[in-house]
T-cell receptor, first 113, second 115 residues
Framework: DAGVTQSPTHLIKTRGQHVTLRCSPI?????VSWYQQVLGQGPQFIFQ???????GRGNFPDRFSARQFPNYSSELNVNALLLGDSALYLC????????????FGAGSRLTVL | AQKITQTQPGMFVQEKEAVTLDCTYD???????LFWYKQPSSGEMIFLIY??????QNATEGRYSLNFQKARKSANLVISASQLGDSAMYFC????????????FGQGTELSVKP
């Protein structure tokens, strides 16, 4: 089974532009979470979606939005990009079980110039 | 408020030796889970080990063990018999049971294994 897949792996944008990042969870997993990891820091929670509904939102401005599709894949959208949005964006799906472990994709590395 | 603290920005260990990475946490919720992840330079977060707040015994997964001291609110990761491939960033994380997919991560510890 494929793990969590994310695209694109790398991208460069300029300030003020918009970006869309995509994530496909592990097959059959209905929950997707998004995290932002700025260089030198731990990941920070942005959103969680379950069955196409938002189940949690971190402390991020309204420029950040997301959605989940019927096939459980997800998109993270960021509008009006700032230099500070440069980061690794990680997507995770939850492996159901005692620990409900989050399994992460390899991430999308965004550079804003 | 939930908080994870990792006070060691960087650690060095000799190959085949054991190393302990420190993690303290803060939460007012009695039900929570603690996780350790490894992040190589490639960027992917790799799950290592989990400890539930009600677990009576310390978790172990192969060469990884978690030294859980609930009263001290610490959840240190012990890696035995270090290997060169263990060189990476290590993150401690916590989730309150009701929070679903939301993990709170620490700042991380960069481990370097020397031959």
């Amino acid at each position: 089974d494929a793990g969590v897949t994310q695209s694109p792996t790398h991208l460069i944008k300029t300030r003020g532009q918009h970006v869309t990042l995509r994530c496909s969870p592990i097959s059959g997993h209905k929950s997707v979470s998004w995290y932002q990891q700025v260089l030198g820091q731990g990941p920070q929670f942005i959103f969680q979606y379950y069955e196409k509904e938002e189940r949690g939102r971190g402390n991020f401005p309204d420029r950040f939005s997301a959605r989940q599709f019927p096939n459980y894949s997800s998109e993270l959208n960021v509008n009006a990009l700032l230099l500070g949005d440069s980061a690794l964006y990680l997507c995770a799906s939850i492996v159901s079980g005692r620990a409900n472990v989050l399994t992460f994709g390899a991430g999308s590395r965004l550079t804003v110039l | 408020a939930q908080k994870i603290t990792q006070t060691q920005p960087g650690m060095f260990v000799q190959e085949k030796e054991a190393v302990t990475l420190d993690c303290t946490y803060d939460t007012s919720d009695p039900s929570y889970g603690l996780f350790w992840y490894k992040q190589p330079s490639s960027g992917e977060m790799i799950f290592l080990i989990y400890q539930g707040s009600y677990d009576q015994q310390n978790a172990t997964e192969g060469r990884y063990s978690l030294n859980f001291q609930k009263a001290r609110k610490s959840a240190n990761l012990v890696i035995s018999a270090s290997q060169l491939g263990d060189s990476a960033m290590y993150f401690c994380a916590m989730r309150e049971v009701a929070q679903g997919g939301k993990l709170i991560f620490g700042q991380g510890t960069e481990l370097s294994v020397k031959p």
